[in-house]
């Protein structure tokens, strides 16, 4: 049979079995002591004092957002190459986010000088993502953000594991969705620089109640106080037992990606000159995607209909998000030339901790071979 290339593949097994039956066994499944300790691991990994566990990244920009501060009246800058949750926690909370291109189809990171251009005087803070894992200059976001009064906060759903990451910003958010660097199936996880932000989001994790369950159920505690409008997005035990397992062999799943990724501009530089590898180098990324931009004459329909054809799986990343009908409507006229550019060309290739080389130079073959011919 045929090989078949997904774009990503989880790699969960008997291990992760293991830890899953330890959890029923235990007969305690929600929020409790593997949670705290998947926590304690993910923040000693990043050099952070403390995390927080959540339910998805999704729900904690919306917490991050909200334990900030940000709300109605303000408005907060996003990229629009991302996905559509780093933009939809803005909404969450009532502020405005205001899009901002990046520098260019060579360098898809947020722009500093659009930036600078689309700050006011409501301007309140910044999300960076680290596209593709591929870091931000972390130093110089900070700087723009203190020079211009602004909250720095992470979209780092593709840079778990990432040295620096979640250290000069205000909050990072990560997320351990399937298709993910490593997974919980649907999770996520916070940093913050400052203890009290972190304690604050861990509060409106579960509806701003003063004490636990497990406090509750052990009689550590006999009721709660509720202090403010918090939400439910805990991370239940089963997820944290399989990201403890997972968050251990990060750093090796990371540097194995990154090698992939290496090896790809290595063999599609030399096979393919019409294609654009964004980005100088892999050294600085976590390789959670494998973008390239297809020359401008190509069709991407057929080269991906080509290669699905051929059993590789490729994906865009992303339609950008002021172009979906509803971010249309509520900002319409919104041009971000770059992103645009870039997105239209974007194909994002195989690449995850189970494959090996030789698949990356039959999937750059069978690349240039579509390209040619379509
Ligand atoms: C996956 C992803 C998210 C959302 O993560 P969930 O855990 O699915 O909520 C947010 N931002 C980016 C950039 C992502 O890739």
């Known amino acids: 049979m045929k090989k078949l290339f997904s774009l990503s593949d989880p790699v969960l097994g008997q291990k992760e079995k293991q830890a899953l039956c330890e959890v029923i066994e235990s007969g305690w499944v929600t929020m409790g002591e593997r949670v ?7 923040a000693k990994l990043h050099d952070a004092k403390n995390a927080v566990a959540v339910g998805s990244c999704t729900a ?22 991302t996905f559509v949750a780093t933009v939809n926690a803005v909404l969450y909370v009532g502020a405005t986010p205001v899009f901002v291109d990046i520098q260019s189809e060579a360098a898809p990171h947020l722009s500093f000088s659009d ?24 130093t110089s976001w900070r700087s723009f953000a203190e020079s211009n009064g602004l909250i720095l906060i992470e979209d780092a759903a593709h840079a778990p594991g990432m040295e620096g990451v979640g250290r000069s910003s205000d909050a990072a958010v990560f997320s351990f969705f399937g298709n993910k660097n490593m997974t ?22 579960s509806h701003s109640m003063t004490t636990g369950t497990l406090d509750r159920y052990r009689g550590h505690a006999y009721s709660y106080d509720v202090t403010s409008l918090g ?3 805990r991370m239940d035990e089963l997820r944290a037992a399989i990201g403890l397992v997972q968050l251990d062999r990060l750093l090796e799943w990371n540097a194995k990606r990154r090698k992939l990724a290496k090896k790809y501009r290595e063999v599609l530089a030399l096979q393919i000159p019409g294609l654009l590898l964004p980005f100088n180098s892999a050294a600085q990324t976590a390789a959670h995607l494998m973008p390239v931009l297809l020359p401008q004459t190509t069709s991407r329909e057929k080269v991906m209909q080509g290669l699905l054809n051929a059993g590789i799986q ?19 006229g919104i041009r971000l030339q770059e992103t645009e550019n870039f997105c239209a060309r974007e194909l994002t290739l195989p ?6 080389e030789m698949d990356v130079e039959i999937i750059a073959k069978a690349l240039g071979k579509t390209i040619l011919d379509p």
Do not use: W
């Not at 996880?189 to 009290?196: D, K, P």
């Not at 690449?351 to 090996?356: I, T």
């Open 36 to 42: 705290t300790r998947f926590e304690e691991a993910f």
């Open 60 to 81: 904690g920009l919306h917490l991050c957002l909200k334990a900030l501060n940000i709300g109605p009246g303000v408005e907060v800058l996003v990229p629009s190459l």
């Open 115 to 138: 930036a600078k251009a689309k700050c006011t005087a409501k301007t309140k803070a910044i999300i960076v993502m680290h596209y593709g894992g591929y870091l931000v200059d972390l």
């Open 184 to 205: 919980t199936a649907e999770g996520g996880m916070i940093l913050a620089r400052e203890t009290s932000v972190l304690e604050r989001i861990r509060r409106l994790r």
């Open 231 to 233: 939400f439910n997005y």
């Open 314 to 332: 490729t994906s865009i990343h992303y339609p950008p998000v002021h172009t979906f009908s509803f971010y249309r409507n509520l900002y319409p």
């Open 351 to 356: 690449l995850h901790q189970s494959m090996e």
